[in-house]
């Protein structure tokens, strides 16, 4: 079965600084590899995606992610955090197109004014 | 956002008691997910349905069933409830396309506490 690890589950840091997430995944077929993000009280919202091309994605609100096949991974970055980013990101991975994801457990990133 | 709606919003029960949650869908996707979600286990997969009358069980299926009688329902049983089902539960769904699988979209979410 497929497995998604996210390290660092608790993130704290000031506005402005960098964020980098990590997500690896242990499958070594075609992936789908996703980012979502959770903030507080309210449901999962999709961050960005991966299905093919080109490695490097871009998703909303500045976010973007790398796909490193060779790593079997896919971590988020944003160069600048805003207070409004305090959420929970899950990473997520859909392999050999079976329908269904396997989630990481999440990092929780809290972004202080 | 997707057009999901989860029902109740909150629901507090005693053990014991059947509990039923209801997802609805107006998107007329093909794939709809039941997950819980618990601090420090991220999400996990109860059941899914591929169509009507077609389910599947995921990763903590015991003491859950399900049923989709109509493509934008689907329901989620807990037949006797404990206090280990105390969680907050997702509906999601997607839809098949040409390329294969597509993205997973939430809705709002379940409180369920299980006194």
């Known amino acids: 079965a497929q497995s998604v690890s996210q390290h660092n589950h608790h993130v704290i840091l000031s506005e402005a600084a960098s964020l980098e997430l990590g997500c690896n995944y242990s499958?070594?077929?075609?992936?789908?590899l996703f980012w979502y993000v959770q903030y507080p009280g309210q449901h999962l919202q999709l961050l960005l995606k991966?299905?093919?091309?080109?490695?490097l994605v871009k998703g909303i609100k500045g976010f973007e992610a790398e796909f490193i096949k060779s790593k079997f991974s896919f971590n988020l970055r944003k160069p600048s955090v805003q207070w409004s980013d305090t959420a929970e990101y899950f990473c997520a991975v859909n392999a050999g197109g079976n329908n269904r994801l396997a989630f990481g457990k999440g990092n929780q990133v809290v972004v202080i004014p | 956002d997707a057009g999901i709606t989860q029902s109740p919003r909150h629901k507090v029960t005693e053990t014991g008691t059947p509990v039923t949650l209801r997802c609805h869908q107006t998107?007329?996707?093909?794939?709809m997910y039941w997950y819980r979600q618990d601090p420090g286990h991220g999400l996990r997969l109860i059941h899914y349905?591929?169509?009507?009358?077609?389910?599947d069980k995921g990763e903590v299926s015991d003491g859950y069933s399900v049923s989709r009688s109509k493509t934008e329902d689907f329901l989620l049983t807990l037949e006797s409830a404990t206090s280990s089902q105390t969680s907050v539960y997702f509906c999601a769904i997607s839809e098949s396309t040409s390329g294969g699988w597509d993205t997973q979209y939430f809705g709002p979410g379940t409180r369920l506490t299980v006194l």
């Open positions: 998107e007329n996707h093909r794939y």
């Open positions: 499958y070594g077929g075609t992936v789908n």
């Open positions: 991966y299905f093919s091309g080109d490695p």
């Open positions: 349905s591929y169509g009507v009358k077609d389910t």
